[in-house]
Structure formats: structure tokens, C-alpha cells
């Protein structure tokens, strides 16, 4: 294996999950709530009076933050040379694993894992060993 030194980036991966934190610690201190993005998007389907402001706050700043990136820091984002069809097929099975899982990688693997949650130690086991399981497949296997 080895790394592709024109697309590592340390410094910005490392800028992204001291932010990531960041808003885990204050929706935690503000809220009481853990951050889980597929369960605060789950949340705007049916919210609770006086809930749904920080949830659409925080979902907009997700999709907000790429945006941002480009113009801040001239970031670009990856190529994807896929049509529409298996997009939305992988959208929709990470649902159904975040449904199944009760919870998503950054609810479980963010979360979950500074409370030393054994639930969330297996669920962040089995997303990261289903991830390489599918690229091992995708690049070695099928490519």
C-alpha cells in the first residue's frame, strides 16, 4: 500500500475533527444531546416544539462547510466519475446501516467512543471493517 502524497492533508483533516469536536462538545453542553447527523436530520422529519432550530442550524452548517472550505481555503473536493443510479444506492444502504446500527459513524464513532460506549466501539468496528471490506472489493477485486 501506499499513500498518495499530493492528496494528504493533515492539517486540515486535523482542523476538520478539532471542529467536528468541537460541536459534539457544545451541542452536548447546550443540549444534553449526543451528535448523531443521521439522528438530527431524523429529528426535522417530525420535531418536537422549540427542537428544530439548532437541528436545521446544525444540518445547514454540514452542507454549508464544503462551500466554505472552497472559498476560505481554495479546498477541493474529490471527483466522483459515478452516475446518479449507484450515488443513491449507497446513500440509501448507509440509511439502512445507520437505522440498524441506531446511529450513524459520527453519533457512534465520534461519540460514542469518547464515552467508551461498548455498543458504539462495535458498531465503529463493523462501519470501518464493512469500508474496507468495500474498497478492498471496488479497487482489487472489480477494478
Do not use: Y
Amino acid at each position: 500500500m501506499q499513500i498518495d502524497w499530493s492528496h494528504f492533508t493533515p492539517l486540515p483533516a486535523l482542523a476538520g475533527g478539532v471542529l467536528i469536536g468541537l460541536a459534539a462538545t457544545l451541542l452536548f453542553l447546550s443540549e444534553g444531546r449526543i451528535l448523531g447527523a443521521a439522528g438530527i436530520l431524523g429529528g426535522l422529519v417530525n420535531p418536537k416544539p422549540g427542537k428544530w432550530l439548532w437541528r436545521l442550524a446544525l444540518i445547514a452548517g454540514l452542507f454549508a462547510s464544503a462551500p466554505l472550505a472552497v472559498l476560505l481555503f481554495g479546498a477541493q473536493g474529490p471527483v466522483i466519475n459515478l452516475s446518479a443510479t449507484p450515488l443513491v444506492i449507497a446513500g440509501l444502504l448507509v440509511g439502512a446501516g445507520s437505522r440498524l446500527a441506531n446511529g450513524c459513524t459520527s453519533g457512534h464513532g465520534v461519540c460514542g467512543l469518547a464515552r467508551l460506549s461498548p455498543r458504539s466501539a462495535a458498531a465503529t468496528a463493523t462501519f470501518m471493517a464493512t469500508g474496507f471490506l468495500t474498497v478492498f472489493i471496488v479497487r482489487h477485486l472489480l477494478g
